[in-house]
């Protein structure tokens, strides 16, 4: 099982950066995909989720109207487009695919905004 993110960097605020997650060693179309974030000193949390269609997607409100999650069942991946960047969204962004108990992360990407 490997989920690798890439697409990270620095970026002034305002910008845009569009993460991506390659999936590969399970069955993608099956599980959930969510993306997370963990700024330093501060725990890890939820940014963005999708079900296994994409029919339905969440966000934490303080990225709703500025993030946008998408997967492609073919491709097995999953994106994060990140629009009006902040200073505060500064973090590692880690990409999780969840079957009930079944749980996997990658090993993340870091995001910076400044100017």
């Known amino acids: 099982v490997q989920l690798v993110e890439s697409g990270g960097g620095l970026v002034q605020p305002g910008g845009s950066l569009r993460l991506s997650c390659t999936a590969s060693g399970f069955t993608f179309s099956r599980y959930a995909m969510s993306w997370y974030r963990q700024a330093p000193g501060k725990e890890r949390e939820l940014v963005a989720g999708i079900t296994t269609t994409g029919g339905s997607t969440n966000y934490a409100d303080s990225v709703k109207g500025r993030f946008t999650i998408s997967r492609d069942n073919a491709k097995n991946t999953v994106h994060l487009q990140m629009n009006s960047l902040k200073p505060e969204d500064t973090a590692v962004y880690y990409c999780?695919?969840?079957?009930?108990?079944?749980?996997?992360w990658g090993q993340g990407t870091q995001v910076t905004v400044s100017s």
């Open positions: 999780n695919a969840r079957l009930s108990y079944l749980d996997y």
